[in-house]
């Protein structure tokens, strides 16, 4: 099979879906794989890095789209990739459908099959390819927002660990799945006051055992968020429901109650963000104000550690990539129950319930497609 490798064209997107480990893999597997001119550049990897693993250079990304079966991604085809989709061709990255009508539209549209990053999901409920993103997320959400916490961004000018006889900042975060688990960990580390809550009994007595003392556990209800957000000098939203737009846990009128200069931090973005005045930024241009309050909600943090990044998401993805590459996806996903889950659009049909029900049209089982 041909793999095609295209570079990431997003706004301030440095990670590359492969790395030259992974071409090796694939090659010794007996495929081939094209992969556009400085498509890892922005993750230290270069053309001739690529070459010396078995991989075609391709000058541009038009050969790549256009003799490629499985184009292999880190975010979602833009607008301007869109044309170069065909049907017949499979796309495996990450796609976040549900927060986007016109993304899913245009894919449905071109015919081909999307397999998504984040929808791939094991019996456990844990979501492989999503994990290690989330991971790098939540320690950056805090690193970030320390840092917009600082009066010369419109934050508070509050240092999220005090010093001796002056009390630390309040993070607040919701969700204690792996975004918050990774957030709250280098929040108590930095010497922050902590708060968690999640809807999840059983999650929270796991939490209890793993979680330093300066983390303060709490079940999620309306009430509680509000009682939380009231005294937070930062918030991290790491809520996620897989493949479904994440449900607003804060609400436009509760930055009212809110500390002025305080920062929000929405990991949730990509699906629609867990508050209600998220509106998605760029590494660029990553913040906004609100009623006083600052605002990050940068859609591929990630991306701005590409380094990092791009091993840990590769070191994930590539056994998936393998069996896309070995077997057709239609024999991959009858083989593997976790990526049977990845499937979103096939054939100009949605497969995933949540992504059907984020804009009330049709889903068709994903083993109809086998």
Same mark, same amino acid.
């Given at each position: 099979?041909?793999?095609? #490798?295209?570079?990431?064209?997003?706004?301030?997107?440095?990670?590359?879906?492969?790395?030259?480990?992974?071409?090796?893999?694939?090659? &010794?597997?007996?495929?081939?794989?094209?992969?556009?001119?400085?498509?890892?550049?922005?993750?230290?990897?270069?053309?001739?890095?690529?070459?010396?693993? /078995?991989?075609?250079? &391709?000058?541009?990304?038009?050969?790549?789209?256009?003799?490629?079966?499985?184009?292999?991604?880190?975010?979602?085809?833009?607008?301007?990739?869109?044309?170069?989709?065909?049907?017949?061709?499979?796309?495996?990255?990450?796609?976040?459908?549900?927060? @986007?009508?016109?993304?899913?539209?245009?894919?449905?549209?071109?015919?081909?099959?999307?397999?998504?990053?984040?929808?791939?999901?094991?019996?456990?409920?844990?979501?492989?390819?999503?994990?290690?993103?989330?991971?790098?997320?939540?320690?950056? &959400?805090?690193?970030?927002?320390?840092?917009?916490?600082?009066?010369?961004?419109?934050?508070?000018?509050?240092?999220?660990?005090?010093?001796?006889?002056?009390?630390?900042?309040?993070?607040?975060?919701? /969700?204690?799945?792996?975004?918050?688990?990774?957030?709250?960990?280098?929040? &108590?580390?930095?010497?922050?006051?902590?708060?968690?809550?999640?809807?999840?009994?059983?999650?929270?007595?796991?939490?209890?055992?793993?979680?330093?003392? @300066?983390?303060?556990?709490?079940?999620?209800?309306?009430?509680?968020?509000?009682?939380?957000?009231?005294?937070?000098?930062?918030?991290?939203?790491?809520?996620?429901?897989?493949?479904?737009?994440?449900?607003?846990?804060?609400?436009?009128?509760?930055?009212?109650?809110?500390?002025?200069?305080?920062? #929000?931090?929405?990991?949730?973005?990509?699906?629609?963000?867990?508050?209600?005045?998220?509106?998605?930024?760029?590494?660029?241009?990553? #913040?906004?104000?609100?009623?006083?309050?600052?605002?990050?909600?940068?859609? @591929?943090?990630?991306?701005?550690v590409p380094r990092t990044s791009t091993l840990a998401l590769t070191n994930a993805t590539l056994p998936y990539v393998l069996q896309l590459a070995n077997k057709g996806w239609k024999q991959a996903l009858k083989d593997n129950a976790a990526l049977l889950q990845g499937l979103n659009v096939a054939d100009g049909k949605i497969a995933h319930r949540a992504v059907a029900k984020a804009f009330a049209l049709h889903c068709t089982?994903?083993?109809?497609?086998?």
């Amino acid at each position: 099979m041909k793999i095609g #490798i295209p570079k990431e064209i997003k706004t301030n997107e440095n990670r590359v879906a492969l790395v030259p480990s992974g071409v090796e893999a694939l090659v &010794a597997a007996g495929h081939s794989v094209l992969v556009e001119s400085g498509a890892g550049v922005g993750s230290g990897f270069d053309d001739g890095q690529y070459a010396t693993a /078995g991989a075609d250079i &391709a000058p541009a990304a038009a050969p790549v789209w256009a003799e490629a079966e499985l184009i292999v991604k880190v975010k979602e085809p833009i607008a301007a990739e869109w044309p170069r989709m065909r049907a017949g061709q499979t796309i495996f990255t990450y796609f976040h459908f549900a927060a @986007n009508e016109q993304l899913t539209r245009a894919h449905l549209d071109s015919g081909t099959t999307c397999i998504a990053y984040e929808t791939v999901q094991l019996p456990t409920g844990e979501l492989p390819l999503l994990t290690p993103m989330s991971e790098v997320a939540g320690r950056m &959400a805090v690193q970030e927002g320390a840092k917009y916490l600082e009066k010369l961004y419109g934050g508070r000018g509050v240092l999220l660990g005090g010093v001796p006889g002056v009390s630390p900042a309040h993070v607040v975060i919701l /969700g204690g799945g792996v975004v918050g688990v990774h957030a709250a960990k280098i929040a &108590a580390g930095m010497g922050a006051s902590v708060t968690v809550l999640d809807v999840s009994l059983e999650r929270l007595r796991y939490l209890s055992d793993a979680m330093p003392a @300066n983390v303060q556990l709490l079940f999620s209800n309306r009430q509680a968020v509000l009682k939380q957000i009231a005294t937070a000098d930062l918030v991290i939203g790491g809520v996620l429901i897989a493949g479904a737009v994440a449900p607003k846990l804060i609400r436009r009128e509760d930055l009212r109650t809110m500390r002025q200069g305080a920062v #929000i931090v929405d990991v949730a973005v990509d699906q629609g963000g867990c508050v209600a005045t998220t509106r998605p930024t760029t590494h660029e241009n990553p #913040i906004y104000v609100v009623d006083g309050v600052v605002h990050y909600a940068v859609a @591929n943090m990630p991306g701005g550690v590409p380094r990092t990044s791009t091993l840990a998401l590769t070191n994930a993805t590539l056994p998936y990539v393998l069996q896309l590459a070995n077997k057709g996806w239609k024999q991959a996903l009858k083989d593997n129950a976790a990526l049977l889950q990845g499937l979103n659009v096939a054939d100009g049909k949605i497969a995933h319930r949540a992504v059907a029900k984020a804009f009330a049209l049709h889903c068709t089982a994903p083993e109809e497609f086998l």
